[in-house]
């Protein structure tokens, strides 16, 4: 298994979940890693990404909530979620986005679900 994504769950609004994802192979700590998130009928979203030496962006909608961190020495990407909201209800993945052709195959996501 290439990616391991787990801490999905259900949450109220305002609460607070933190997803991991466990990554296998000896690059993973020159990659740029990202965390994605898709709902049923769309396409999947890219809501923040961390570099190699832990650079960040963050998409509009989650930015000042949502926080991505890294522990290279556990090939293992975080994604701090607070003031959760409804429509941050998805299944969250994790990828590779840099380099090019970097990109693992893609696990099963861990589900999300804010609601009261």
């Known amino acids: 298994v290439q990616l391991q994504a787990s801490g999905g769950g259900l949450v109220q609004p305002g609460g607070s979940l933190r997803l991991s994802c466990a990554a296998s192979g000896s690059s993973f700590r020159f990659k740029t890693m990202g965390w994605f998130r898709q709902t049923p009928g769309k396409q999947r979203e890219l809501v923040a990404t961390i570099t190699s030496d832990s650079s960040t962006n963050y998409a509009d909608s989650v930015k000042g909530r949502f926080t991505i961190s890294r522990d290279n020495a556990k090939n293992t990407v975080y994604l701090q979620m607070n003031s959760l909201k409804p429509e941050d209800t998805a299944v969250y993945y994790c990828?590779?986005?840099?380099?090019?052709?970097?990109?693992?195959?893609w696990g099963q996501g861990t589900q999300v679900t804010v609601s009261s």
């Open positions: 990828n590779a986005v840099a380099p090019p052709h970097s990109q693992y195959n």
